[in-house]
């Protein structure tokens, strides 16, 4: 024991030392939230770790240090001078405390450190009492120890899913086992038919009876990590061991619907879909019954029903389903092709019908893995809020088209690529409130992110209307890392295109603000990896605006089969803009190969010729 | 063959106690320092229980836990919780992370293999 006690020494003038430059750092920044959440989480240690090497005084104190920080790291409320060197002062204190065998003057350092740290609390949360008060009650409720044996009656119906959270509700049962004599009763009534079982399912009710000298909070406390994830109920049976007497028992349960006396064991952690907010004492048999479903409260108390117009489902078994109805487009295309080659009209007449079906089953697919771009938009929202205040800069977010749909995994992708260009438009984007003013632009910053579909493409766009990017820096850097030659005159359009190169940091060059160097490289790479692109534009102290183009799903594209010289290959249909069937005759070989399509002459290229065949076009494939 | 726990804290001395305290029981524990570091266990070898502190750094508990449900040999490993507070909040966070259940410190070693009996044996 002594060795971790000296080792937890070691780490707690670690602590200190962190503790201590940490706050300094805060002196110079506020409103700095990391260094407020480090110094939260190092006191957070403290107080875990003191209590556990028998420094008792130590885990006391920054107890209440650490819910004073708590005030600055969530609560909006910002840390000032007097709270610095009032901590600073603390920790000398603290470090004091670090005895292992505690005198009367160190409880007096300690209680006058933490009445200091509670008049800091009130300072910062005046009205803040109900903690408090609710700690006072609970710590005051005594396990008084019955020496008589009483039985209860408990029964246990987990949830079908219970074991996805790694419990194993037999362990809990010989929990009870130790804690008493017990009569239990196993209920397979749940169990579908062999065909339907889940082997991952919980259908299993335990139903028992237990004569305990044990109170009732040792028997709830059983099911303590259970409370949401099963339906339990205990009652008291009788004041004395009926365990043996089974006339008593069956009498039991079959008054039991009758029974009123009974107590609920309190969902440890409620939870609104579960409506357990109506639980008063008087309804409490009703609230217990129904706690499971919501539907069952509609009907017995007067609720009005909800319909159920969705239900929720696994997106492993989603993307399971996308794949399946892609194996099953390739199946069918081959038959498709067999078909045609067979020409046998029944079949063929089938195989039409079958690729109808499969068109709807494939769009329906489709639509089931689409989600709203609204659902990232909270992420991005969170970080401006984060950001623009850290940063001081004020900042709005418009946004538009946000039920545009895309495929979950494409939005799931996308979050990192926005969040970088995000941060990358707030920090060195956005000026500062005076610069703003100064360029008589609106003090308050926007940041809009307009989303549309294109066809089979949707365009996200995401504009601020900060400093723009620094045509002249980027020229310059650009020359310097070779990309360009130094006296390249190239557009300010295609020097937009230069920030996504890889290994052109963009950290000391676009902006003066020092710190993170945000590689658009990443974003563009993340970007064409979804089959998306991105590109910039950008006008000085007006707007920097990113156009994302992404296909809305990356499971299915469509197709145009096309053979060349013998060979199959497909063209995505999103990058197909428009079929003509031609003549040869309208070919053209000027210098180049140039076709006259609608009035301009395009460059063409002779497919077969380019994929090694003879060159030679046959007339019937044109015709 | 004794029961496999790993232990993600960023305090040595928790850890060690910790480690300790298991081996005593009777346990086989493997060790990491944060998150990021826990889940280089996660391999695919049999294990049998995840102890995990709330805050650390890297990784912390509540990702190493989502991190750790995605491997498919452990989506039904029972998983703990270290934290201070019997926080509603950070419980339910927890719980919906996917962890079975928490461990209040300051604790004893009789209250740690108590809680450890609720969802191993």
């Known amino acids: 024991m002594n060795s971790f006690v000296e080792k937890f020494k070691v780490e707690v003038s670690e602590y200190f030392e ?16 990391q260094v407020i959440g480090e110094i939260f989480r190092i006191m957070h240690s403290m107080k875990g770790s003191g209590g556990m090497f028998g420094f008792d005084l130590l885990s006391d104190v920054t107890h209440d240090l650490e819910s004073l920080f708590e005030i600055f790291r969530s609560k909006g409320q910002t840390v000032d001078s007097e709270i610095i060197s009032f901590t600073l002062n603390s920790i000398d204190g603290l470090k004091k405390l670090m005895v292992e065998h505690p005198s009367d003057e160190h409880q007096l350092l300690a209680a006058k450190l933490k009445s200091d740290t509670q008049l800091q609390i009130t300072r910062f949360s005046p009205t803040n009492l ?5 700690q006072l009650f609970s710590n005051n409720i005594e396990k008084g120890n019955e020496p008589n044996q009483i039985t209860y009656y408990i029964s246990f119906v987990p949830d079908e899913d219970i074991f996805s959270n790694g419990t194993n509700p037999l362990y809990l049962i010989d929990e009870l086992n130790a804690l008493g004599e017990c009569n239990i009763q196993v209920s397979f009534d749940r169990l579908p038919s062999l065909a339907e079982i889940d082997p991952v399912k919980c259908y299993t009710s335990w139903y028992l009876f237990i004569a305990t000298t044990e109170n009732i909070e040792t028997l709830q406390d059983v099911f303590i ?6 339906l339990i109920k205990i009652q008291k049976v009788s004041n004395e061991n009926v365990i043996h007497q089974e006339a008593v028992l069956a009498a039991f349960l079959n008054a039991e619907i009758n029974q009123e006396t009974w107590n609920l064991v309190e969902p440890e952690l409620p939870e609104p879909e579960r409506n357990n907010e109506i639980v008063r004492p008087e309804e409490k048999e009703v609230a217990g019954v129904l706690l499971k479903s919501s539907l069952e409260i509609s009907k017995n108390s007067g609720f009005t029903q909800t319909t159920v117009d969705s239900i929720r489902v696994d997106s492993g078994k989603i993307d399971h389903y996308m794949n399946l109805v892609s194996e099953f487009i390739t199946a069918q295309s081959r038959l498709e092709q067999i078909s045609s080659n067979l020409k046998n009209q029944e079949l063929e007449l089938i195989t039409e019908t079958f690729g109808k079906l499969n068109r709807q089953l494939r769009d ?3 639509d089931m893995s689409l989600i709203p771009i609204e659902s990232l938009i909270v992420r991005l929202k969170r970080l401006i809020h984060d950001l623009s205040k ?6 709005v977010l418009l946004t538009e088209g946000m039920e545009t749909e895309l495929d979950k995994n494409i939005i799931e992708k996308l979050i990192e690529p926005l969040l970088h260009i995000i941060r990358n438009s707030l920090d060195h984007g956005i000026e500062s409130k005076n610069e703003r003013l100064a360029k008589q632009k609106d003090p308050i910053g926007t940041i809009s992110i307009k989303a549309s579909t294109i066809g089979s493409y949707v365009q996200i766009e ?7 990017l620094n045509f002249e820096k980027i020229r310059e850097k650009a020359a310097a890392n070779g990309l360009i030659s130094i006296d390249a005159k190239i557009t300010d359009e295609d020097v937009c295109q230069l920030i996504f190169e890889p290994g052109f940091s963009t950290s000391e060059l676009v902006t003066d603000v020092s710190g993170r160097g945000v590689g658009m490289d990443v974003v563009k790479r993340s970007v064409q990896a979804m089959r998306g692109s991105v590109e910039l534009v950008s006008e000085k102290d007006r707007f920097t605006r990113f156009m994302i183009k992404l296909p809305l799903s990356l499971t299915i594209i469509d197709g145009l089969l096309i053979s060349v010289s013998g060979s199959y290959y497909i063209i995505p249909s999103s990058v197909i803009s428009k079929l003509y069937l031609i003549k040869s005759d309208l070919l053209r070989k000027v210098s180049n190969p140039v076709i006259e399509l609608d009035g301009f002459e395009l ?6 010729e380019e994929f090694d065949g003879d060159g030679k076009i046959q007339e019937e494939q044109l015709s | 063959m004794p029961k496999q726990i790993v232990i993600a804290d960023d305090s040595e001395s928790i850890r060690e106690i910790l480690a300790f305290s298991l081996e005593n029981a009777g346990y086989e524990v493997m060790v990491a320092r944060d998150g990021l570091d826990a889940l280089r266990f996660f391999d695919g070898q049999s294990i049998d229980l995840l102890l995990t502190d709330y805050h650390m750094p890297n990784l912390n508990g509540l990702e190493l836990i989502v991190k750790v449900r995605q491997i498919e040999n452990y989506k039904f490993m029972p998983i703990l919780v270290l934290t201070t507070e019997k926080q509603v909040d950070i419980i339910r966070e927890a719980r919906d992370s996917g962890a079975t259940g928490w461990l209040l410190k300051p604790f004893n070693t009789e209250k740690l293999l108590q809680t450890l009996r ?3 044996r």
């Open chain 1, 18 to 33: 962190r503790l201590e430059s940490g706050l300094l750092q805060l002196e110079q920044d506020k409103e700095n939230l």
């Open chain 1, 130 to 134: 109900d903690g408090e008060f609710g």
């Open chain 1, 225 to 230: 990590f259970v409370a949401n994830s099963a």
């Open chain 1, 364 to 366: 329906n697919a489709f």
């Open chain 1, 390 to 395: 850290s940063l001081d800069k004020q900042v």
């Open chain 1, 462 to 468: 995401i504009e601020d209307d900060g400093k723009g």
């Open chain 1, 603 to 608: 460059p063409y290229l002779n497919l077969h």
């Open chain 2, 118 to 120: 609720k969802v191993i």
